[in-house]
């Protein structure tokens, strides 16, 4: 079973690249959890739209940087960063330059400077967004101390191991099985479709563990039960959702967080935690007995909320 996720970074395919200076923003996000402070300098850029793109920004913060500049080279429209990590990254006082992309690293002194080619939307590409297109002629120029980045990353499969592959280096599955161009080899996870999300990367193991020992002899059943499912589960008086949104949870004042590595988000209280627990929907239960009574008679009651 190969599940070995997309753990190669993009290059830029920009010339200097390569410079000290230069970093991988997963490799920095890296040393910082394993409790490692580098020194980033001042004035630090980050390239890339995503979600990791804004973790190395407001790591670039805590670690003393006075300005911090996310290059994209579409809009904010485009992003695939969560709309709350970027709005997030902005009142940390992270700043975006939308519509740029970096087409050379050189030296300048002690710190880099990065040409910037001024970017225009074109037609859709395959992932269903407007392809950045270059305006002939349209380039700028950027001093930074540290470039960090976080254009993504894809699998990396050793022609050795003889599966068959997408152009892009994802493993090729059979009519959307786990099952790989090699008998007795399946995969799921990243390295299949590429990067998506954890929830994914679970359904897909689940499902390649049917596969699997449907392979080795057995029916494939990897059911189980995680809760009791009779017929004298009832809903417990407290549960009367109402369709009110969540509480929003305190959090460390701007100032004082981007000092240090403090949890950001302070928790709730003893009050809002029970409020918030009573507003769980009990999905269990609504396969077994449907939707509460007390739900069908509320009108406008929003569900899901």
């Not at 804004?54 to 290059?71: I, K, N």
């Not at 967004?129 to 001093?143: L, Q, Y």
């Not at 008998?183 to 499902?207: E, L, N, T």
Request: net charge negative; proline share 8%; aromatic share 4%.
């Amino acid at each position: 079973f190969v599940a070995t996720g997309a753990i190669k970074p993009y290059t830029l395919g920009a010339p200097g690249e390569e410079l000290p200076g230069v970093i991988e923003c997963v490799d920095l996000l890296r040393d910082v959890g394993l409790g490692k402070k580098p020194r980033l300098g001042l004035r630090v850029a980050i390239v890339g739209g995503g979600n990791v793109a804004m973790d190395g920004a407001r790591t670039a913060l805590r670690l003393g940087a006075s300005e911090v500049v996310v290059l994209y080279r579409r809009t904010r429209k485009e992003m695939p960063a969560h709309a709350f990590e970027v709005a997030v990254a902005e009142a940390e006082g992270v700043q975006f330059h939308f519509l740029v992309a970096p087409i050379k690293v050189e030296k300048a002194g002690e710190r880099l400077r990065l040409t910037l080619q001024q970017m225009q939307l074109g037609e859709p590409d395959s992932s269903g967004r407007r392809r950045p297109v270059p305006i002939p002629g349209a380039v700028s120029a950027m001093d930074v101390d540290q470039l960090l980045l976080a254009i993504g990353q894809g699998p990396d499969i050793p022609a050795e191991w003889g599966l068959e592959l997408t152009r892009g280096g994802n493993i090729v599955v059979k009519d959307s099985t786990p099952g790989t161009s090699r008998p007795g080899v399946f995969a799921a996870g990243d390295v299949v479709p590429g990067p998506v999300s954890v929830i994914a990367a679970i359904a897909g193991g689940r499902r390649a563990a049917e596969a699997i020992d449907k392979y080795l002899g057995g029916d494939g059943d990897i059911s189980e039960a995680l809760a009791p499912t009779g017929d004298e589960l009832q809903y417990p008086p407290e549960f009367q959702p109402t369709g009110t949104m969540p509480y929003r949870m305190a959090e460390l004042p701007v100032d004082e967080r981007i000092r240090s590595f403090v949890e950001v988000e302070l928790g709730l209280t003893d009050e809002q935690a029970l409020a918030e627990a009573r507003r769980c929907l009990r999905c269990d239960l609504w396969r077994i007995h449907g939707v509460p009574e007390i739900w069908r008679s509320k009108k406008g009651a929003r569900v899901g909320e």
